[in-house]
């Protein structure tokens, strides 16, 4: 593959009306391996969309071969993929991926590939090598967030490109499928591939050898604020969650075994385990969004399962975020309306709220610096801003159990650092408990002191310190 020169020659970006990028210049000699940094808003994923041609730009971008104008084949892959049915119609919402009927609607990975090349042989060694294969005809639905970028990964390289743009590809990756794409990009360097990365500092592959700053961002604060009115939790339970002998089970696939688990107020929990490993459909059991919890001995909150209880009854006591719910969250919805929804656990402010609730929701969003977008949509903002409202959404209602599944995903360093601050300070409240799911030991919050350990649909459990890790 003959080397490509690229260069950027004053180039200017826009969105939505605003100057984001100013007279942007670089040249890239063939054999460049770029990362693109600066802070949250700072225009990289913005810039990648240039090089595409998704998004228009003044300036000048060029691609040479030996000396020659190109148009080199790129492909960009963002940080999720989004699919809809098999007719093509419809987009998912969030539970749908925990109900085995209706997830029958969403296309399989053979599908989706087939669609792409048809012949497997191109794209079955890609599978294998990420571990994918076993996974051929499950529905996307069903994924993990670390499978669907494995698969989006294999659904890029299948289009040969000769430049690749990865926007934050180890996102939702665990250690091992982490290192198996690091030495997947490493061995298409040595074939010539070109690639551009978005990715945190500890992340950056050995092969990347050039760097672009493109700017500051709006995150310059040192760090966020709990709100200063924020109360303890009003509500006390002997036991939040009561487990024994779960199981789930999608057809002939078993995802828990005689999971046994317990949860009381003041406890914090790390869940961990490999990508797939049924971390996504514990917690889907806690939060109320499984049906098959009817058919398990389980107590959310000192209450029985299947008693007359509502999916709300359980919902009002848990502030959850994970990476499924910001792929399936209405982006139309403002950002001051994503944070009042967290107060009816809904996806849409449906009802109107109280002088209290409308002041806890601008104290939240003052907490997380969103004041000044807090009347945009949240398509408008970037990944890592969507996220903090997801977050802000999660703590207004001050539950008594925060579910914080890969929390940090998307967000920068200082981000990263300033929000487990504030978990930090909740965790201070000794009728609050928190489960914090992670594949990152680093990004804890010093106040957990629980694991739970899935593998092969089994649970390990015990409590935790940064001596007694469990291997998952």
């Given at each position: 593959?003959?080397?490509?020169?690229?260069?950027?020659?004053?180039?200017?970006?826009?969105?939505?009306?605003?100057?984001?990028?100013?007279?942007?210049?670089?040249a890239?000699?063939?054999?460049?391996?770029?990362?693109?940094?600066?802070?949250?808003?700072?225009?990289?994923?913005?810039?990648?969309?240039?090089?595409?041609?998704?998004?228009?730009?003044?300036?000048?971008?060029?691609?040479?071969?030996?000396?020659?104008?190109?148009?080199?084949?790129?492909?960009?892959?963002?940080?999720?993929?989004?699919?809809?049915?098999?007719?093509?119609?419809?987009?998912?919402?969030?539970?749908?991926r925990?109900?085995?009927?209706?997830?029958?609607?969403?296309?399989?990975?053979?599908?989706?590939?087939?669609?792409?090349?048809?012949?497997?042989?191109?794209?079955?060694?890609?599978?294998?090598?990420?571990?994918?294969?076993r996974?051929?005809?499950?529905?996307?639905?069903?994924?993990?967030?670390?499978?669907?970028k494995?698969f989006?990964?294999?659904?890029?390289?299948?289009?040969?490109?000769?430049?690749?743009?990865?926007?934050?590809?180890?996102?939702?990756?665990?250690?091992?499928?982490?290192?198996?794409?690091?030495?997947?990009?490493?061995?298409?360097?040595?074939?010539?591939?070109?690639?551009?990365?978005?990715?945190h500092?500890?992340?950056?592959?050995?092969?990347?050898?050039?760097?672009?700053?493109?700017?500051?961002?709006?995150?310059?604060?040192?760090?966020?604020?709990?709100p200063?009115?924020?109360?303890?939790?009003?509500?006390?339970?002997?036991t939040?969650?009561?487990?024994?002998?779960?199981?789930?089970?999608?057809?002939?696939?078993?995802?828990?075994?005689?999971?046994?688990?317990?949860?009381?107020?003041?406890?914090?929990?790390?869940l961990?385990?490999a990508?797939?490993?049924?971390?996504?459909?514990?917690?889907?059991?806690?939060?109320?969004?499984?049906?098959?919890?009817?058919?398990?001995?389980?107590?959310?909150?000192?209450?029985?399962?299947?008693?007359?209880?509502?999916?709300?009854?359980?919902?009002?006591?848990?502030?959850?975020?994970?990476?499924?719910l910001?792929?399936?969250?209405?982006?139309?919805?403002?950002?001051?309306?994503?944070?009042?929804?967290?107060?009816?656990?809904?996806?849409?402010?449906?009802?109107?709220?109280?002088?209290?609730?409308?002041?806890?929701?601008?104290?939240?969003?003052?907490?997380?610096?969103?004041?000044?977008?807090?009347?945009?949509?949240?398509?408008?903002?970037?990944?890592?801003?969507?996220?903090?409202?997801?977050?802000?959404?999660?703590?207004?209602?001050?539950?008594?159990?925060?579910?914080?599944d890969?929390?940090?995903?998307?967000?920068?360093?200082?981000?990263?650092?300033?929000?487990?601050?504030?978990?930090?300070?909740?965790?201070?409240?000794?009728?609050?408990?928190?489960?914090?799911?992670?594949?990152?030991?680093?990004?804890?919050?010093?106040?957990i002191?629980h694991?739970?350990?899935?593998?092969?649909?089994?649970?390990?459990?015990?409590?935790?310190?940064?001596?007694?890790?469990?291997?998952?």
């Amino acid at each position: 593959m003959t080397g490509i020169t690229t260069i950027g020659n004053n180039i200017n970006l826009r969105w939505q009306g605003k100057s984001i990028l100013d007279n942007i210049s670089f040249a890239w000699e063939p054999g460049s391996q770029v990362l693109l940094t600066g802070g949250p808003g700072s225009g990289k994923t913005l810039l990648t969309k240039a090089f595409t041609g998704e998004l228009f730009h003044e300036g000048t971008l060029q691609f040479l071969q030996n000396g020659a104008p190109v148009k080199p084949r790129v492909i960009r892959v963002e940080q999720h993929y989004h699919f809809t049915n098999r007719s093509h119609v419809n987009s998912f919402y969030y539970q749908q991926r925990f109900n085995s009927t209706e997830a029958d609607d969403a296309a399989t990975i053979r599908e989706e590939l087939l669609q792409l090349d048809p012949d497997a042989s191109k794209w079955m060694p890609m599978l294998e090598m990420f571990s994918m294969s076993r996974h051929l005809d499950a529905p996307l639905l069903h994924l993990s967030s670390g499978e669907h970028k494995r698969f989006q990964l294999v659904r890029a390289f299948l289009q040969a490109p000769q430049i690749m743009i990865l926007d934050e590809p180890f996102t939702g990756m665990d250690a091992h499928s982490r290192k198996l794409l690091t030495d997947f990009l490493t061995a298409k360097v040595a074939e010539g591939m070109m690639f551009i990365l978005i990715c945190h500092a500890d992340e950056t592959p050995a092969f990347i050898n050039t760097e672009l700053f493109v700017g500051p961002g709006r995150m310059a604060l040192g760090d966020f604020q709990v709100p200063d009115e924020l109360q303890p939790v009003q509500d006390s339970f002997n036991t939040l969650i009561d487990m024994a002998d779960t199981h789930i089970r999608y057809g002939q696939r078993t995802i828990l075994e005689n999971v046994n688990w317990t949860v009381k107020p003041g406890e914090y929990w790390w869940l961990k385990g490999a990508n797939g490993s049924g971390k996504s459909t514990l917690l889907s059991l806690v939060t109320g969004d499984n049906p098959q919890a009817y058919a398990n001995n389980m107590k959310l909150f000192d209450r029985q399962r299947g008693t007359g209880e509502t999916i709300w009854d359980i919902k009002k006591n848990i502030g959850f975020v994970s990476p499924e719910l910001q792929w399936y969250f209405d982006r139309t919805m403002t950002v001051y309306h994503t944070v009042a929804s967290g107060w009816f656990d809904t996806i849409g402010l449906f009802r109107t709220l109280s002088t209290e609730q409308h002041q806890t929701v601008l104290q939240w969003l003052r907490a997380f610096d969103l004041l000044p977008e807090k009347d945009q949509p949240l398509s408008l903002l970037s990944t890592s801003r969507q996220r903090l409202a997801l977050l802000a959404r999660a703590m207004v209602k001050n539950p008594a159990l925060l579910v914080l599944d890969e929390p940090c995903q998307g967000l920068s360093d200082a981000q990263q650092k300033a929000f487990t601050r504030v978990v930090e300070i909740l965790c201070e409240d000794p009728l609050r408990s928190i489960i914090y799911v992670t594949h990152y030991e680093n990004e804890l919050p010093a106040c957990i002191d629980h694991q739970i350990a899935l593998s092969g649909g089994h649970a390990m459990v015990q409590e935790f310190s940064s001596m007694t890790t469990l291997t998952a």
